[in-house]
């Protein structure tokens, strides 16, 4: 019930495509989801996240959208740049009784944008 | 303003030594997190500290494994009597009140 499964594990995309990856949660007290970009060798970036209250969430090329009653949420990357080749990870919390936000992360998607 | 840091960026050892790894998190962050990632895997959960609040160890694979932070601020984890499966990145983040977590860059571990 803690798990959160993301699909695909990788991704090869033309430039200027669409980049889509999925994950999904099964505890339905998680209540934040973050999405972070990691380049070899860097830690991970924060790049957007959503609470469940909107149902999508978009920062320039980059939208969350997120369904609630199939606990599902996927990142789409619009016109998809060869500097998008990361490796992308989702990840879930439940708010904790002081605000802290425990992380629970899926297995990672490996991108890759053709130029 | 300057992120967070982690030193060393890479460390060798040997199976069986003991080692430290340090994480200085962003000024004034309340939270701090510790996590492993492992050759091609995802982050793996270890500690978290949250101001004063006795730490969530739960993540902690063994007993070989301890963290501390000391005045609010700097941590450090330990790893006693390293084994070859402790190989992995360990990576450090911090949180004010617990809102978007900001990675280091990661100490990577190479037991030989």
């Known amino acids: 019930q803690q798990q959160v499964k993301q699909s695909p594990q990788s991704l090869i995309v033309q430039k200027g495509g669409i980049s889509i990856i999925n994950c999904a949660y099964e505890?339905?007290?998680?209540?934040?989801f973050p999405w972070y970009q990691q380049f070899p060798g860097k830690g991970p970036a924060l790049l957007i996240a959503i609470r469940p209250d909107v149902s999508e969430k978009k920062e320039g090329r980059f939208t969350i959208s997120f369904n609630k009653s199939a606990k599902q949420f996927s990142l789409h990357i619009m016109d998809s740049q060869p500097g998008d080749s990361a490796t992308y990870f989702c990840a879930a919390a439940p708010s904790g009784t002081s605000g802290t936000y425990k992380y629970i992360f899926g297995t990672g998607t490996r991108l890759k944008v053709l130029a | 303003g300057a992120g967070v840091s982690q030193s060393p960026s890479n460390k060798v050892t040997e199976k069986g030594k003991d080692v430290e790894l340090r994480c200085d998190p962003i000024?004034?962050?309340?939270?701090l997190y510790w996590y492993r990632q492992s050759l091609g895997q995802g982050l793996e959960f270890l500690i978290y500290f949250q101001g004063n609040s006795a730490p969530d160890k739960s993540g902690l694979p063994s007993d070989r494994f301890s963290a501390e932070r000391t005045g609010g601020s700097v941590s450090t984890l330990t790893i006693q009597r390293t084994q070859q499966e402790d190989s992995a990145v360990y990576l450090c983040?911090?949180?004010?009140?617990?809102?978007?977590?900001?990675f280091g860059p990661g100490t990577r571990l190479t037991v030989t």
């Open positions: 000024s004034g962050h309340t939270a």
């Open positions: 983040a911090s949180s004010l009140f617990g809102y978007e977590q900001y």
């Open positions: 505890n339905t007290a998680f209540d934040y």
